[in-house]
T-cell receptor, first 117, second 112 residues
Framework: DTAVSQTPKYLVTQMGNDKSIKCEQNLGHDTMYWYKQDSKKFLKIMFSYNNKELIINETVPNRFSPKSPDKAHLNLHINSLELGDSAVYFC????????????????FGPGTRLLVL | QKEVEQNSGPLSVPEGAIASLNCTYSDRGSQSFFWYRQYSGKSPELIMSIYSNGDKEDGRFTAQLNKASQYVSLLIRDSQPSDSATYLCAVNLKAAGNKLTFGGGTRVLVKP
């Protein structure tokens, strides 16, 4: 059973298009995240949601809009795609432990490889 | 100065040797530290977490934390070719609102 799943796995599209990536977790976690990993392998957080509420909103273009219909799902919609959006996008989830948010272990999905042509 | 820094490598070690990876971080108030392993084309997976100064051992892996010097390290004993991967250091930076911040990763190559 896949704990954190993402669709699609690969996404090749033209500049200017709008696309969505979906993420689902069956771990019963309260918090979900979107990360972007660029060609230099830097993994940077974009957004996080806790129980459908936006918690972290990093400085990303507002062409990126996350949506959490329920705590098991976090989708990412990208408008007007640009060449620089090409990257691997990872979804992750975590559960608050007794030690508080700082001790949460994040579990990552398989990633969505986005290529903008 | 980057918030979390790692040597990008590659760190080349012979099979059976000890691989030593280092990570430094900028926020002295940070409380939680994680090592993730990422195989090429795959997602990061957690190897170790450490919250207190000192050593923490799990199988062939040992994490070491020194908050006074603001560094955390990972030792891989009896390195195997299957340990060849990129190792990401992640720090929960208190100053950043408990946000997990990753270093750029150290690529490890274990040669038979």
């Amino acid at each position: 059973d896949t704990a954190v799943s993402q669709t699609p796995k690969y996404l090749v599209t033209q500049m200017g298009n709008d696309k969505s990536i979906k993420c689902e977790q069956n771990l019963g976690h309260d918090t979900m995240y979107w990360y972007k990993q660029d060609s230099k392998k830097f993994l940077k957080i974009m957004f996080s949601y806790n129980n459908k509420e936006l918690i972290i909103n990093e400085t990303v273009p507002n062409r990126f809009s996350p949506k959490s219909p329920d705590k098991a799902h976090l989708n990412l919609h990208i408008n007007s795609l640009e060449l620089g959006d090409s990257a691997v996008y990872f979804c992750a989830s975590s559960q608050v432990l007794a030690g508080g948010p700082s001790q949460e272990t994040q579990y990552f999905g398989p990633g969505t490889r986005l290529l903008v042509l | 100065q980057k918030e979390v820094e790692q040597n990008s490598g590659p760190l080349s070690v012979p099979e059976g040797a000890i691989a030593s990876l280092n990570c430094t971080y900028s926020d002295r108030g940070s409380q939680s530290f994680f090592w993730y392993r990422q195989y090429s084309g795959k997602s990061p997976e957690l190897i170790m977490s450490i919250y207190s100064n000192g050593d923490k051992e799990d199988g062939r892996f040992t994490a070491q934390l020194n908050k006074a010097s603001q560094y955390v390290s990972l030792l891989i004993r009896d390195s195997q070719p299957s340990d060849s991967a990129t190792y990401l250091c992640a720090v929960n930076l208190k100053a950043a609102g408990n946000k997990l911040t990753f270093g750029g990763g150290t690529r490890v190559l274990v040669k038979p």
